[in-house]
């Protein structure tokens, strides 16, 4: 058994073949990539260089694994009632993304980027014009979804298709308007994803990871194309355009089946995965502090998303440590959003 098998940080602990012990290493695995690509979303470098569309290229892929992975791994019946299900959201999403997201809301105010306004402190905790609108679509999506149904899914995978290609065609701009949000807090363009982790948890686990290493090589192979072309003609990829969606389908697969790979199920990968939600919250101070360092050159640059979240999950652990010393490290886990004390065990 791996690592992963042994200690796992599920909640709850259950009975679980061998194939769902591989299905959770290898999707414990893809968040590493994912939060890699988070970071480069928001990296800065020149508009008309090779490596801005590099990074462009790859940095709409974190958040749809992650919406994936948090429809995968949400099981609401597992809480008992809606009221225990809402304490335990509150506790390990809510309060860090409100703690961290009042932070950097005040690190842009001392540095004239923000005013002192509780309206737009408001605005940019659910992500109006800020990369927080993902927690507000997962929060909603929660919801959303609290009483499963196949049918609610498959729905929500169809509005979503028609919804991201209406964004991409601009049929959507009055109504997005009228309402006063942006295409990120549309919420019909996030829904399906987060459905297609509910329907892949109907899906046998061993037919699962059968189809991921079968497909591996494949998988990779046209991701690696389609990364190529898309750069190198400068297509747009992004959330909301018409390439968009194929290629996010096509990269969540080859993640998930590179992530079967038996080397990468390590300790330390598996500790690195527990912090991936921190890193998402604080990585945007990281990237203020490492701007000199990786503008200096093309290389540092095209490395630049890898070294904010390494640098990221490195003050992570620090901050775990010293506040370890001092018995304040569940408030320290709580406020992050990391997981250093999950009892890594087992995920339904």
Known sequence: HSYLCRRFSGGMEIFMNESQEKINVAFSISRIFAIVSVASAHI?????????????????????????????????????????????????????????????????????????????????????????????????????????????????VIVSIISVYLTAAGKLEDVVQMLNITNYLNIFNWVGYFAIGCILKRVSTSRLVEFLRNTRWLALAIFVIAFYLLSVFKVDSSYFSYAGLPFHMISTWSIFSISTLEFMDKKWVHTLSNMTFGVYLIHMFVIALCNDIYAQNVILQLLSPIIVTLVSMLLLCIGFKLSAIIKLDKAYCLVTGIRMQRNIKEEK
């Open 44 to 156: 800065t470098v020149d508009n008309d260089s090779s490596v801005y569309y590099i990074l462009k290229t790859m940095a709409s892929i974190g958040v749809i694994i992650f919406m994936i992975l948090s429809g995968y791994y949400y099981i609401p019946d597992k809480y008992g009632s809606i009221s225990k299900l809402i304490t335990k959201k509150l506790k390990t999403i809510v309060v860090p993304w409100l703690f961290m997201g009042s932070l950097l809301f005040l690190w842009g105010v001392i540095y004239g980027l923000k005013n002192v306004n509780l309206l737009d402190w408001f605005l940019y905790i659910i992500g109006y014009q800020s990369f927080f609108y993902y927690m507000t679509m997962l929060v909603l999506c929660y919801i959303m979804f609290y009483y499963k149904s196949l049918v609610l899914e498959i729905v929500a």
